[in-house]
């Protein structure tokens, strides 16, 4: 006997920050959303202790989440801002300096680094409070299933939920991209990241900065009073030897690789290390499935960006379909979605190949490329026009405007 489909408009597959965001916009424009979450949010208020993951939410993420509803609770909680973000490369002197100011008079910070959990805990509050959603959670999809209109979820517990449309926004690992057979195309950059929050001896900052090495970037991302995320990409031999150390000997040995900007170390309070690799799906949609964020894409997180494009994607979706919609065709018409795809596409592959040219320039050792580096770096700093623009897509993930 087949089990009753339980229907809705759209369901989302995946609720972390970017499957939450999706399922907020298409919520407050009286869309019925079915949320479906393997675990929900970690509660987050001023006296919790940190979570390790952070993102640096560049200001047209600020203002998206605004417009969802749940920026208000972010910024009140704790949200560090940054006004300044800095580059150099270790064999050179010059640097490259980007402030809020270039912005405009009216700009006073290019963002703010904010834990994922408290932002996903946010757009949750959000959700709770809209009386089109039903989140279905604690609970995993099995497999997805073909329907004459939209697509059909399956879940672990034997509920079919199905949606006009499904938006796969489960990870870089998704479960709805593969049972819709989408390849990707993977690069291993064979570097792991080690991540830290730290107690540093610096009072609060405004700044955040990257510096390049041989083997990899360190980066530093303030955080309220005098704590510091930082992050130190290294060969996966060197990341496992870091990981074993006990704090006081990691903090040592942050100590003596980082540079002076860093302003010593008083305290390890947690850390872990994870692999680096970025991929792209072939495509972006299947007959009634969408992907967004991760499950379409990933970058190399030198830049932060990665969250920042996956809510570039949640808000051009609800906006191409939505405006479908009301011009009577289907959520899941073809036409609609390679839409959404051609736009967010050629955003999501200028972003990684950036990162990819990035990291291959200085991660070379080539004398010729360090003097390359020194010569980029003096003439971006002093570009004018250039750097604003270049900041300007960086902090609205649009050129102009």
């Not at 009286?30 to 993102?55: M, N, Q």
């Not at 059909?152 to 796969?168: K, M």
């Not at 072939?282 to 990665?306: E, F, R, S, W």
Request: a neutral charge.
């Amino acid at each position: 006997m087949n089990t009753p489909r339980l229907c809705h408009d759209v369901v989302v597959v995946g609720g972390g920050m970017v499957g939450a965001a999706v399922a907020a916009d298409f919520a407050g424009r009286g869309w019925r959303v079915g949320l479906i979450e393997t675990t929900g949010p970690k509660p987050v208020d001023a006296g919790t202790p940190y979570r390790l993951r952070v993102s640096a939410l560049n200001l047209g993420s600020e203002h998206y989440l605004d417009e969802l509803g749940a920026w208000h609770a972010i910024r009140t909680t704790r949200a560090c801002p940054y006004r300044r973000l800095q580059v150099w490369d270790d064999d050179s002197p010059a640097r490259l300096t980007f402030t809020a100011g270039v912005l405009g008079p009216d700009t006073d910070h290019l963002g703010h680094i904010v834990e994922n959990d408290l932002v996903q805990d946010a757009l949750w509050s959000v959700l709770e409070h809209a009386g089109t959603v039903h989140r279905y959670c604690p609970n995993e999809t099995s497999r997805l299933e073909p329907a004459p209109f939209g697509a059909t979820v399956r879940l672990d517990d034997g509920r079919r939920v199905h949606g006009n449309l499904v938006i796969a926004a489960d990870g870089a690992q998704s479960r709805l991209r593969q049972s819709a057979g989408i390849p990707v195309t993977v690069r291993d950059y064979r570097q792991h990241a080690v991540v830290a929050e730290v107690t540093t001896r610096p009072g609060q900052q405004d700044i955040t900065w990257q510096r390049f090495l041989p083997e990899g970037p360190q980066a530093f991302l303030p955080l309220l009073g005098s704590r510091a995320s930082l992050v130190w990409y290294t060969t996966p031999d060197r990341a496992r030897q870091l990981a074993e150390l006990a704090p006081e000997q990691l903090g040592q040995s942050i100590e003596a690789a980082f540079p002076a900007e860093l302003g010593g170390i008083e305290s390890v309070v947690q850390r872990a290390n994870f692999p680096i690799r970025a991929q792209h799906a072939h495509c972006y949609q299947a007959p009634g499935l969408v992907l967004i964020g991760d499950a379409a894409h990933t970058i190399h997180p030198l830049a932060g960006q990665g969250v920042n494009l996956g809510l570039r994607d949640a808000r051009a979706l609800a906006r191409h379909v939505s405006a479908a919609v009301e011009a009577g065709y289907a959520p899941d018409d073809p036409r609609v979605l390679s839409a959404y795809a051609r736009e967010r596409r050629q955003d999501n592959q200028l972003m990684q190949s950036a990162m990819t040219a990035i990291h291959g320039l200085f991660g070379a050792p080539c004398r010729r490329l360090a003097s390359l580096r020194r010569f980029g770096l003096r003439l971006a700093d002093h570009a004018g026009p250039a750097k604003r623009l270049a900041l300007r897509y960086a902090s609205h993930g649009r050129w102009a405007g």
